[in-house]
C-alpha cells in the first residue's frame, strides 16, 4: 500500500479548509466502484481527482440501493454483474486515497455489518479511507459503527433531510465528523434540471444546528446538482456541493469508448469545478 | 358466534418490540429502523398515529365494523374430517380463504388504509408479490376512496396475471418493476423510492410485517385477529386449545397474525418457510432455515445473502412466499427457540395442495399449501404421541384460484386424463 503523504493531507477536514481558504465550496465526486470495472471506475476517479474533486465518494455496489435512482442504480449493478466485492472497495479507496485526495465510502449498511464492522473500519483505515456516508443508517442506529469509526479515526457521516425535524437535525450533526450530507431534494438519486428550493433552507437550520453545538462541520448538499450553473448555485450557500449521478451518467453514455468516457469525465468535472469557484 | 376480531393496543408482552423496534431488545437487535434520514419523519408519524389509533376506541370500533361488514370477519375455524382422518388427529382450518378478496391480507390493508383517512392522506402505494396484497390495497383504496399504486416484481405480474387485472378493474394503477431480479424485493425498492419523493401526501401500505418499525408490529396488530378469533373459536367449538398451530411463512403476516394469540399459551408453533427445490440448493427462500443475519429493507433479520451481503435472489413456487427476508418478530421468535420455522418444498406443497382439494373441496394458495404440507407432519407425529383428540390448527391464508396457472402447469391439468392419486395419498399413522 503507498502510504499517504501526512495524515492530515487526507482527511475530509482539512480538503473542506483548502476550499473555504480559497473562498469556495469543495467539490464531492461520486462513482460506484466496479463500474466499469475495477480499474475502470480507480481510472475514472483519477481523471475526477485531477481534474479538481477535493474529495472522492466511492460508492459500495449494494443489490438493494433504495435511496438511488436509475442511474446509480444501473451503475451498481453492471458492478455487481461484474463480480465486484468489498474488496475490491477498499482496493479502489487505496488507489484514489494514495493521491492524497480525501476518499471516503458510501454504503449501504448491510455489506459492512456482513463484512464485520470492526473490520470493514480497520480495512477501511488501512487503505487510506477517510470516512463513510451511510445513507441507510442514522445515528441512532449506529452506535456500533461510531465506536468503530472513533477507534480508527474515521469519519461519520451522517444526512439529513428536509424532513429532519430540528431534534433530528442536531443529534444528526452532533454525531458526525467531517461533513453532514444534506439531502437537498425529497427523493431518490438522480441530475435534476432544476435544482431545490428545499435546499436552501435544510442547509440554513443544519448550519445552524453545527453553530450551537459549537462545532466546525461543515455542509454538503447532494442529490440533483448536474452541471456547473447548478454548482455554483449550490455553492452560494453550502459549503460542499456534492454530484453523483451525472458522473455516472458520463461514463454510462460511452459504454464501448474508454477514452471518450474519461474525457467526457473530465470535462464535466472542469465544468463542476469553475461552478464552485463562481459561486 | 361470540368471537370479534377485536384488535387491541400494542401489548409490552415479552416478545413484543421496544420503543425503538427492537424485538429482543438492541443487544438480540432483530428489527429497528435501518432508513434513509428521509424517511425517518413520516416513520414517527406513522408510529405515532398507529399507537394513538390503537388506543381510540372510534377507531377500533370502526376498524371491526369494516372487517365485520365489509370483509366478512371473522372467519369461521373449521374442522377438516376427512383430512383429519387421513392424518390421524383433528385438523382445524382457520378459513382466511373466505374472507373478502380472497386472503388474510385484507385485514392489515383495512388497518393501514383507515390509518391512512385518520393521517389525513389521499394516496396509497404497496408493493406486491403474488398480487394479493395489492389486490388487497386496490380494494381498500377504492372503498375507502383513495389513490393507489402497486408496485409488482414483472416476473410476478406475468405468474399473477389475474391479479394484475383485478387491480386494474377496482381503479389501482400496477407498476411492473424491472429492476433487479423484478420480484417482491425489487417492488419493495421502487415502492419505497415513490414513498421517499412523496411522504408528504403518501401512505405506503406495507404488505408483511418486516420493514421498519413500526411496520412489523403495525401489520401484527392489524392481522392478529387470526390467532385472536382462531383461539376463541377453538376454545368455544371444542373446549381445548391447539396442541399446535401452522402457518406459512413468507415475510410472514399471516403467520404472526396467528402466532400472537399463542405466545403465552402451551402450544407448538410452526412457521413453514418455502424450501422451493430443496433447502440444499440454491433454489429457495426458506430464510430463517437457511440464512444469515443482515439488513433488508430496513430491519435486521434474517436474509439470503452472499458472503459480501449481496441479497441473493430467492426462489418458490409461490410467488407470495419469494422473499429472501423475513419479518424480524419471526426472526426474534427463531432464536428464542419459541416458534420453530421449518421448511417446506415446492413438490410438498402442491402435493398438499392437491390433497386439500380432493379431502375438503378447498382448494388453497400454494403458499397456504406449505402450512398445509407442514401441519400435515405436525399432525401425524401428534397422532402417534397423544392420539386422535390431538389438534392441529393451521392459518389457510388464502385461497388458490390466483393460481391455478401454477397448478395447470405443476399438474398437467389440461390433459384429458389427470392422476394426481399416487402423489397426494397420504398414509394415515397411528
Given at each position: ?279 | ?96 380463504d373466505?374472507?373478502?378478496?380472497g ?27 403474488a ?28 405468474r399473477q396475471a389475474l391479479n ?152 418458490s413456487i409461490s410467488a407470495g ?25 415446492d413438490d410438498e406443497a402442491m402435493s398438499a395442495m392437491a390433497l386439500l382439494s380432493r379431502?375438503?373441496g378447498i382448494i388453497p394458495a400454494i403458499e397456504t399449501a406449505h402450512?398445509v404440507a ?24 388464502g385461497r388458490g384460484d390466483k393460481d391455478m396457472g401454477t397448478a395447470i402447469e405443476y399438474f398437467g391439468l389440461g390433459e384429458?386424463?389427470v392422476d394426481l392419486?399416487?402423489d397426494i ?6
Amino acid at each position: 500500500m503507498s502510504a499517504p503523504t501526512s495524515s492530515t493531507d487526507r482527511t475530509v477536514a482539512s480538503a473542506f479548509a483548502s476550499a473555504r481558504a480559497e473562498g469556495r465550496a469543495a467539490l464531492v465526486g461520486y462513482l460506484p466502484a466496479g463500474f466499469p470495472d475495477v480499474q475502470g471506475g480507480i481510472d475514472a476517479m483519477l481523471v475526477m481527482v485531477e481534474a479538481g474533486c477535493d474529495v472522492i465518494e466511492v460508492g459500495l455496489p449494494y443489490s438493494d440501493p433504495v435511496m438511488d435512482g436509475p442511474t446509480i442504480q444501473a451503475a451498481a449493478q453492471q458492478a455487481l454483474e461484474r463480480g465486484a466485492r468489498t474488496d475490491d472497495v477498499l482496493r479502489t479507496v487505496e488507489a484514489v486515497a494514495a493521491t492524497g485526495t480525501p476518499t471516503v465510502v458510501m454504503t449501504y449498511w448491510n455489506p459492512v455489518e456482513r463484512y464485520g464492522v470492526e473490520r470493514f473500519a480497520a480495512g477501511l483505515a488501512a487503505a487510506g479511507g477517510a470516512g463513510l456516508i451511510t445513507p441507510d443508517l442514522t445515528p441512532d442506529f449506529a452506535p456500533e459503527w461510531i465506536a468503530a469509526a472513533d477507534r480508527h479515526g474515521l469519519d461519520k457521516i451522517f444526512l439529513v433531510a428536509p424532513s429532519s425535524t430540528p431534534a433530528r437535525v442536531t443529534m444528526t450533526v452532533r454525531a458526525s465528523r467531517g461533513f453532514v450530507y444534506a439531502t437537498a431534494v425529497m427523493g431518490v438519486t438522480g441530475a435534476r434540471t432544476t435544482t431545490s428550493d428545499l435546499a436552501g433552507p435544510l442547509v440554513a437550520r443544519t448550519k445552524q444546528a453545527v453553530a450551537e453545538a459549537g462545532l466546525d462541520l461543515p455542509v454538503g448538499v447532494g442529490l440533483g446538482v448536474g452541471n456547473g450553473d447548478q454548482a455554483a448555485e449550490v455553492a452560494s450557500y453550502a459549503d460542499a456541493v456534492i454530484v453523483g449521478s451525472a458522473f455516472v451518467r458520463t461514463l454510462l453514455d460511452h459504454p464501448d469508448d474508454r477514452a471518450a468516457g474519461l474525457e467526457a469525465l473530465r470535462a464535466l468535472t472542469h465544468d463542476l469545478a469553475e461552478g464552485v469557484r463562481r459561486a | 358466534m361470540s368471537t370479534t376480531s377485536s384488535p387491541v393496543p400494542p401489548s409490552s408482552g415479552r416478545f413484543d418490540a421496544d420503543a425503538q423496534g427492537w424485538f429482543g431488545g438492541p443487544e438480540e437487535g432483530w428489527g429497528g429502523r435501518f432508513m434513509p434520514e428521509a424517511l425517518i419523519a413520516a416513520l414517527d408519524e406513522l408510529t405515532e398515529a398507529w399507537t394513538g389509533a390503537m388506543a381510540d376506541p372510534a377507531f377500533v370500533g370502526e376498524f371491526e365494523h369494516v372487517l365485520r361488514d365489509y370483509a366478512g370477519l371473522p372467519s369461521p375455524l373449521f374442522h377438516a374430517t376427512r383430512l383429519s382422518e387421513q392424518v390421524g388427529c383433528r385438523v382445524l382450518l382457520k378459513r382466511e380463504d373466505l374472507n373478502h378478496t380472497g386472503a388474510h391480507k385484507i385485514r392489515n390493508v383495512l388497518g393501514q388504509a383507515l390509518l391512512t383517512k385518520r393521517m389525513g392522506k389521499q394516496r396509497v402505494i404497496a408493493e406486491t408479490g403474488a398480487g394479493q396484497h395489492g389486490v388487497a390495497s386496490a380494494t381498500a383504496a377504492a372503498y375507502f376512496g383513495l389513490d393507489c399504486t402497486v408496485y409488482m416484481g414483472a416476473v410476478d405480474t406475468r405468474r399473477q396475471a389475474l391479479n394484475v387485472a383485478r387491480m386494474h378493474l377496482l381503479g389501482a394503477e400496477v407498476i411492473p418493476v424491472e429492476s433487479g431480479s423484478a420480484t417482491l424485493k425489487d417492488a419493495i425498492n421502487e415502492a419505497l423510492r415513490d414513498w421517499v419523493a412523496s411522504v408528504d401526501h403518501t401512505a405506503y401500505l406495507f404488505g408483511t410485517a418486516a420493514g421498519p418499525h413500526p411496520f412489523p408490529s403495525m401489520v401484527r396488530d392489524f392481522t392478529r385477529g387470526i390467532g385472536d378469533e382462531s383461539r376463541a373459536q377453538c376454545l368455544e367449538q371444542y373446549g381445548v386449545l391447539p396442541d399446535a398451530i401452522a402457518a406459512c411463512v413468507g415475510g410472514g403476516s399471516n403467520a404472526i397474525g396467528l402466532f400472537t394469540a399463542f405466545l403465552d399459551d402451551d402450544v407448538a408453533i410452526y412457521g413453514f418457510e418455502p424450501g422451493g427445490e430443496g433447502v440444499d440448493t440454491p433454489r429457495h427462500a426458506a430464510t430463517i432455515h437457511a440464512a444469515d443475519r443482515g439488513v433488508l429493507h430496513g430491519a435486521r433479520t434474517y436474509v439470503l445473502q452472499d458472503a459480501d451481503g449481496q441479497t441473493l435472489e430467492s426462489h418458490s413456487i409461490s410467488a407470495g412466499l419469494d422473499y429472501p427476508g423475513v419479518g424480524p418478530q419471526h426472526a426474534h421468535l427463531a432464536a428464542t427457540g419459541r416458534a420453530t420455522y421449518l421448511p417446506v418444498t415446492d413438490d410438498e406443497a402442491m402435493s398438499a395442495m392437491a390433497l386439500l382439494s380432493r379431502t375438503e373441496g378447498i382448494i388453497p394458495a400454494i403458499e397456504t399449501a406449505h402450512a398445509v404440507a407442514g401441519a400435515i407432519r405436525v399432525g401425524e407425529r401428534l397422532a402417534v404421541e397423544k392420539g386422535p383428540e390431538a389438534t392441529v390448527l393451521i392459518s389457510l391464508s388464502g385461497r388458490g384460484d390466483k393460481d391455478m396457472g401454477t397448478a395447470i402447469e405443476y399438474f398437467g391439468l389440461g390433459e384429458t386424463k389427470v392422476d394426481l392419486d399416487d402423489d397426494i395419498t397420504e398414509e394415515p399413522v397411528g
